[in-house]
């Protein structure tokens, strides 16, 4: 473990910082009740992100040019619309396929990136745009140094261009940056560029409590339960 | 003037928020003092500014591929470094070079920035490469939502598509965002492309007062003194 010579972290943000799931599916009851629209929202937000990775493996196989992460989710928004046969107006599906810029952080997320901060650049490092990064930013009150997207190198995690490009971006080594994130690929591909990796739990992303705890603690630096365990094992104040 | 839909404010960065003259002198004149080398500071310092923009220009007229500014301050530093006969060890070069990541703000930046973060995006629209502007934003406490850079646009200001790649990565339209500048320049490229203008007065940029203060009133959306005036003018408590 070479975590000494860490100087960035840089973050997964969808279910490592944030909570998207119950966040879209709290929107989505809202516009249901104000449409008079009943079905299950959360097969549906389940349906819009299980739409997630093979929109990506397209433009990740170079099958596609590059997309931002909104067009891809309003892409699979449309499609999902029509399925359920659910009727919105261009500004309602507008807002609605933004409410991936209006996600609200875990409860130890805040006060975990603002105790990081005390001694590490903090960045994300999502396929979320640039845009809907800077959005979550204010919304979420989530203090980052910087922001750093997928939109920036024009791939997608785990695409080997993110974890090299987040580091010479930063003007860092490889192994002077940790990949934060709750999802065992992420890290396995950020450490076979050379990042050092941190492992955060998070059993309830996908709804109920996961007994399934992902087995990574032979491949991985760290792992915590949250960020604020994070910052007491980085010696954060 | 358009304010009212103005969403996020983009900084010029060196002479806006960052005394970048006083705070490289003053790290020379230590330099100068530990290796006992007796030269005038301000001068070299005036001299490796003025080399900025010579250098940026064969890039901004496609002369010269993509180059970061981090690498255009060390060949201008290294040319510096020779005419004075100077001699350092490569150590000692890489650190003065990166003087350009430890400026220190105006007494108003960041209390002016931290205002303005109360109804707006604030975020770095500078030339200086993501590297320079997120160790600047820590050595300085700059509490920027994020990180803007020609270095993400690869294009170097005056450019348009750094102000219209502004807006656009931003996912704003170009009047709902504001460029905030002490350089009558930046101020029109950035009017120019349909962005709403604020003019900060730094007076002390290039060390004395400066009797010359630039006649911008006519072509800019706001005039203020300093980040603080801005923040009152536009309502950020």
């Keep these: 473990m070479s975590q000494n010579e860490v100087k960035a972290l840089v973050f997964d943000v969808f279910g490592t910082v944030v909570d998207w799931r119950t966040s879209i599916i709290n929107e989505c009851l809202v516009l249901g009740k104000q449409k008079d629209i009943n079905i299950d929202w959360s097969q549906f937000v389940d349906n819009w992100r299980a739409g997630y990775r093979p929109a990506m493996d397209t433009i990740r196989n170079d099958s596609a040019d590059w997309r931002i992460l909104d067009e891809l989710h309003m892409e699979i928004l449309l499609g999902l619309l029509k399925s359920y046969s659910i009727s919105l107006n261009s500004d309602e599906i507008i807002h609605l396929n933004k409410c991936w810029h209006r996600l609200h952080p875990w409860d130890d997320s ?94 309830y992303e996908f709804g109920n409590y996961s007994v399934e705890v992902e087995d990574v603690e032979k491949d991985i630096d760290i792992w915590a339960s949250d960020l604020e365990s994070l910052a007491d094992q980085l010696e954060c104040n």
């Design 110 to 203: 805040v006060n975990g990136i603002t105790r990081l901060n005390s001694r590490f650049i903090t960045a994300t490092l999502s396929n979320g745009n640039v845009s809907l990064l800077t959005n979550m930013a204010k919304f979420a009150k989530l203090p980052w140094t910087c922001i750093l997207s997928a939109e920036i190198f024009k791939h997608y995690k785990p695409d080997d261009e993110v974890y090299k490009g987040a580091a010479n971006i930063l003007d860092l080594k490889p192994n002077q940056v940790m990949m934060v994130a709750a999802h065992k690929s992420d890290l396995l591909a950020a450490k076979s560029n050379g990042l050092v990796t941190a492992y955060i739990n998070r059993p």
